[in-house]
DNA sequence: CCATAAAAGCAACTTTAGGTTGCTTTTATG
DNA sequence: CATAAAAGCAACCTAAAGTTGCTTTTATGG
């Protein structure tokens, strides 16, 4: 049986020492290759050298770049969002924007973001995962406005307002997509408008 | 002298018949494989393939992948917005919506949306084409703005708003990014809370 | 309409880089 | 400290990018 790709670290038979260093040493380098150069930076000779590490040390235990990334993605914890409950809806979105900026302003997280946005697309296998890849990152950002509408802060109708898109949308644009990020006026501009909006139309 | 990659298509010495053909066929091919398979999958043999055209005509004329792309996307008209003028500066909202949304559900414009975003990052030489990339596609979208300022249906502080990026913004995020696009309601949503933002913060 | 030179096509070649294999050396672990 | 797991090494195969000299096609001007 083919042990590679379908390896956590767990049941690696002998996780300690070299053999961890040398596995941290290579999803850190896929994670640097991804954001430096995209997904199609990723070939297992290239991680290997940007690891310093053997090429066949990586063959040994990953078997295609979309095992590697995978694998390098869900040990990042930089890529999720924080807990956010100020209290008012309004300091939550204010909170998210802030959090979302810091995050996208770095170059290594920013570099990812693109790479999986490029991910997405015709292919089924890679739209499929990368759909998994968003999913509890979305998710996790649902629950000001519920919390908000339990409060009483917002009408139920408040739910049909794409936030997180509203919200995210507009600094994903500008900071990997145009590259030019929006200025402190235009941020503070963003959050007003929107909580200006949502407030004129379903707020109590 | 090189003449590659510095050729546009009226210094051409043949430019009519066969030669406008090939060259035709080999820059749809470029789109087709950037829309497809992103950057990575332009390669001049590739190309060539795609466009059923032997390689040597694609090395006889461009020197690398990023020139194809440059050449093929200038010439690519169907990533530019129409002008728009509604009459109300929220008829110009909606109307820039309902076409960026035609846009960002052809394929291929996705596609090629998708790629364009990939392409930008660390590397200097690419960001900064990149950047030139966006410049004359956002500033066209500038103007509804202003004369919404002109015809006194805005406060000159509107010009902080952010509009470009909070309109186009949350449909990148959701069809290029999650790929889980915004259903009917929520486009809706999405225009009536900036209208409604807008409105109560710099409305006359 | 035809002569001709520009440009496309073709085939054989070199080079580069991904991927494979058998073996040796290092080192975590009982 | 014995040993087996895992990393390293070197030589190899293969596929695809890129190159070259030449032949065939065809746009174009006289």
Known sequence: MDRRASVPESNRRRPGGRSARVREAILRATLELLAERG?????????????????????????????????????????ALPDIDTGSWEGDVEAFVRARLRLIRDPMAAGILRAVIAMGGSDTTRGEWVDAFWKPRERKWRSPVERA????????????????????????????????????????????????????????
């Open 39 to 79: 997904f199609a930076g990723i070939t297992l000779p290239a991680v290997a050298r940007q690891a310093s590490v053997n090429k066949t040390t990586v063959y040994r235990w990953w078997s295609a770049p979309l095992d590697l990334v995978q694998e390098a993605l869900t040990d990042f914890e930089a890529l």
């Open 149 to 204: 509408i339990e409060r009483g802060e917002l009408a139920a109708s408040a739910r049909e307002v794409p936030l997180v898109e509203l919200v995210a949308g507009p600094l994903l644009l500008s900071h990997l997509a145009t590259e030019r990020p929006l200025s402190r006026k235009e941020v503070s501009a963003l959050v007003a408008t929107i909580a200006a909006g949502v407030t004129a139309l379903h707020g109590r």
